[in-house]
Nanobody, 114 residues
């Protein structure tokens, strides 16, 4: 069964850091992978992508603060988040880009509050 499982979320103060991990069931080495997030009352949006060659791109809201990476040998996609802000509070998901409905997992809750 193909699946993606996110972990690493939590509660952090503004200015803090977290690292999210997404472990896949494998088979995505040729896919562009992405992290998405959905805040309460908002639609799910893409915030970072990494191509199969390692090229990374970011939404302007997170550029310079977040870093996406992938390790295909470990079937893992990571998102390192620094200088977190309250507006980063959301559920974070990984998926391919463009996303496939059947790959959405439970996500990882990130809450940034003082």
């Amino acid at each position: 069964q193909v699946q993606l499982v996110e972990s690493g979320g939590g509660l952090v103060q503004p200015g803090g850091s977290l690292k999210l991990s997404c472990v896949t069931s494998g088979g995505f080495s040729r896919n562009t992978m992405a992290w998405y997030r959905q805040g309460t009352g908002n639609r799910r949006t893409v915030i970072a992508t990494v191509s199969h060659t390692g090229y990374a791109d970011y939404d302007e809201d997170v550029r310079g603060r977040f870093t996406i990476s992938r390790d295909d040998a470990k079937n893992t996609v990571s998102l390192e988040m620094n200088d977190l802000k309250p507006e980063d509070t959301a559920v974070y998901f990984c998926n391919v880009r463009p996303p496939l409905r059947e790959l959405w997992g439970q996500g990882a809750q990130v809450t940034v509050t003082s």
